[in-house]
């Protein structure tokens, strides 16, 4: 009787302890498969620029003076006198002052060699000035050189044209880029099938080029050699450009 009784409670209490070990089982299984990570897709990108032409608004002239001189007083006084000269003259000419800018002045002793080469001397002293002149007035930009050069200058070391607003050009050029690159996502993900999700990332990085201006007959001998023409210069176009990365989630 007592037999018959212990075969069903031994039977239970089995099926009991292997239901607990078949949950912990599955529970640790469970916790495995959870805490797997499966990697995020590399995004999809297009890149495209875009690009504005815009004419530049103002002109800045380094105009130069070079004198020498045995002594140091004597290039001094020379360089002084043709720099006073070239501001007067462009103050009459109707350059407002704060256009016009001293950007070098120096003096450095000139050497030569003597006929074996093996000692050098002293033979006199060079001055150099370097004056800045900024125009929006592209009208009087040869007038200006040409009355500086009439005044005493004798170099034109280099003549700028940028534009004051330059930031306004840039983002043309930056709305440009993007509107591309918009355009050539949709066209890419139309004909290939693939589903573009969110834009989850642009990227804009932008130059710029100025144009080296064509400048004729600035020097003195270049002025004489043409009888004392005037300068002619063309200002050109500036080429803004801006390029764009956009980034779009694949669903």
Same mark, same amino acid.
């Given at each position: 009787?007592?037999?018959?009784?212990?075969?069903?409670?031994?039977?239970?209490?089995?099926?009991?302890?292997?239901?607990?070990?078949?949950?912990?089982? +599955?529970?640790?299984?469970?916790?495995?498969?959870?805490?797997?990570?499966?990697?995020?897709?590399?995004?999809?990108?297009? %890149?495209?620029?875009?690009?504005?032409?815009?004419?530049?608004?103002?002109?800045?002239?380094?105009?130069?003076?070079?004198?020498?001189?045995?002594?140091?007083?004597?290039?001094?006084?020379?360089?002084?006198?043709?720099?006073?000269?070239?501001?007067? =003259?462009?103050?009459?000419?109707?350059?407002?002052?704060?256009?016009?800018?001293?950007?070098?002045?120096?003096?450095?002793?000139?050497?030569?060699?003597?006929?074996?080469?093996?000692? /050098?001397?002293?033979?006199?002293?060079?001055? =150099?000035?370097?004056?800045?002149? /900024?125009?929006?007035?592209?009208?009087?930009? =040869?007038?200006?050189?040409?009355?500086?050069?009439?005044?005493?200058?004798?170099?034109?070391?280099?003549?700028?044209?940028?534009?004051?607003?330059?930031?306004?050009?840039?983002?043309?050029? /930056?709305?440009?880029?993007?509107?591309?690159?918009?355009?050539?996502?949709?066209?890419?993900?139309?004909?290939?099938?693939?589903?573009?999700?969110?834009?989850?990332?642009?990227?804009?990085?932008?130059?710029?080029?100025?144009?080296?201006?064509?400048?004729?007959?600035?020097? %003195?001998?270049?002025?004489? +050699?043409?009888?004392?023409?005037?300068?002619?210069?063309?200002?050109?176009?500036?080429?803004?450009?801006?390029?764009?990365?956009?980034?779009?989630?694949?669903?």
């Amino acid at each position: 009787m007592e037999k018959t009784i212990l075969k069903p409670v031994i039977i239970t209490l089995v099926i009991y302890l292997a239901l607990i070990g078949v949950l912990k089982y +599955a529970s640790g299984l469970t916790w495995s498969l959870r805490s797997v990570t499966i990697p995020k897709e590399e995004p999809f990108q297009v %890149t495209a620029q875009g690009e504005v032409y815009i004419k530049p608004d103002t002109a800045e002239i380094s105009l130069g003076v070079v004198k020498e001189g045995k002594t140091v007083a004597q290039v001094q006084e020379a360089v002084n006198k043709v720099n006073s000269e070239i501001i007067k =003259n462009l103050k009459e000419f109707g350059v407002e002052e704060e256009k016009i800018k001293t950007t070098r002045y120096s003096i450095d002793p000139s050497y030569e060699w003597n006929k074996n080469g093996s000692k /050098r001397y002293l033979v006199g002293y060079q001055a =150099n000035i370097s004056i800045a002149v /900024r125009t929006d007035d592209f009208e009087k930009l =040869n007038q200006i050189i040409d009355q500086a050069t009439l005044a005493g200058a004798n170099q034109v070391d280099s003549l700028n044209f940028i534009l004051e607003d330059e930031d306004k050009a840039k983002d043309q050029a /930056r709305d440009i880029a993007v509107k591309k690159a918009q355009e050539k996502a949709d066209a890419i993900a139309k004909i290939s099938g693939l589903n573009l999700g969110k834009l989850i990332n642009v990227f804009v990085s932008d130059t710029d080029y100025y144009p080296n201006p064509r400048v004729y007959g600035l020097d %003195t001998a270049t002025k004489e +050699a043409m009888g004392g023409g005037t300068a002619q210069i063309e200002a050109g176009e500036t080429k803004i450009t801006a390029s764009v990365v956009l980034s779009y989630e694949i669903k």
